[in-house]
């Protein structure tokens, strides 16, 4: 039946295609979620992906633009893809872990009573951590931050904390196929720990000054401790076959369930750094 013109159009009338795909784009897309009335820190973080002129959400991004405007506030996001003197100092963090786990390498290369590279690799850790220390100090310093910035400490942190670590563990004599199953879990708990971080600070209580009352979970940067009780098993010279603890179930199955029990250290400390019952009070 024929509509006169300015009759309002029937409730059951099957949409039509053109206005299905305009429909599902509307309410597909991050940007549309976002503003005073999508208050919703996880949306944010995605429109900001979307706004990036490359990469995976590129052609998503030209075609909601073409039905819906940025809004005017958020137009421009040069701002989160700049580099800050901030970012540099985190990009030293990752650079002090990947010398260590550089040095951790060359001692295993290297004659096992020669401790020159197991020291260079736990001396980068801490020089790490100052770094993962003053990229915060210099942002508020500075009172420049991004996104970006956000995901490249993390990541930092991953390499220098995490997988840095767990290198020379390796190469201080936990090298078996089970000791190395428990340094993969170590790194991916911290891995998770990361990632769960930033998709769930917004979440977390602020104090008057905007920053965390907790961390949920042990922070990776406390995996230093496992690091100075390595360096203290270097100074003794309990390395190789002489870590502490020994080697348990050398002769069973030819040796395929043997494993160093104080490798059991790392999975302890990986399952308190993806916890979500432990809360560390924020300095």
Not at 46 to 54: A, D, I, N, Y
Not at 104 to 112: A, F, H, K
Not at 197 to 210: H, I, M, R, Y
Request: with cysteine; charged share 15%; proline share 7%.
């Amino acid at each position: 039946m024929s509509r006169r013109p300015g009759m309002p159009a029937e409730k059951n009338a099957a949409p039509s295609a053109a206005d299905s795909s305009m429909y599902i784009l509307r309410v597909k897309s991050p940007l549309q979620t976002n503003g005073p009335d999508f208050p919703n820190a996880g949306q944010d973080k995605q429109k900001l992906l979307l706004e990036s002129p490359t990469g995976h959400f590129s052609l998503i991004k030209h075609a909601s633009r073409s039905l819906l405007p940025l809004p005017p506030n958020n137009a421009n996001s040069s701002s989160n893809r700049a580099m800050h003197m901030a970012d540099l100092i985190t990009e030293l963090n990752g650079f002090c872990g990947f010398m260590s786990i550089l040095c951790s390498l060359r001692y295993c290369l290297g004659p096992p009573t020669s401790f020159a590279n197991a020291w260079a690799a736990l001396a980068f850790m801490p020089f790490g951590l100052f770094f993962d220390f003053m990229d915060g100090k210099v942002a508020r310093w500075r009172g420049k931050s991004s996104l970006m910035g956000q995901e490249l400490d993390s990541l930092a942190d991953l390499i220098s904390f995490g997988v840095a670590p767990a290198t020379f563990a390796f190469a201080l004599g936990l090298r078996t196929p089970l000791d190395a199953l428990v340094l993969a879990f170590f790194v991916l708990c911290g891995l998770t720990r990361l990632a769960r971080f930033n998709v769930t600070v917004a979440a977390v209580p602020k104090d008057a000054s905007g920053k965390s009352k907790y961390f949920e979970g042990t922070p990776i940067p406390t995996t230093l401790a496992i690091a100075a009780a390595m360096a203290y098993c270097v100074a003794q010279g309990r390395v190789l076959e002489d870590v502490p603890g020994g080697l348990w179930g050398a002769g069973l199955l030819g040796g395929v369930f043997a494993v160093h029990p104080v490798v059991g250290v790392f999975a302890v400390w990986g399952g308190m750094m993806t916890s979500r019952s432990i809360r560390i009070p924020k300095i």
